[in-house]
């Protein structure tokens, strides 16, 4: 199974080149560099979700934010097995 996490982006990293702009997200926590090629209208600040190092598409802050609470809700009912 493959699973897309949103992500806030913290930095962007210059690149003329569109096709390899990429930038720092953070992850709840755990920082990571992706590509954001796909996202050129992406901007610091903003929830991505992201699949294998690739930003897919900008998501509404309520959206990412409602995702990341069902992800540590899921977390939180696994400790109580």
Known sequence: ?????PAKIISLNANADELLR???????????EISLAY??????????IVHAGFALSVLDEDEALAS????QDLADFEKTL
């Open 68 to 71: 990341l609470q069902a992800f």
């Open 1 to 5: 199974m493959c699973l897309a996490v």
């Open 22 to 32: 990429t930038g720092n997200v953070d992850f709840s926590g755990v920082q990571k």
């Open 39 to 48: 996202v050129p209208e992406a901007n610091v600040g903003d929830y991505v």
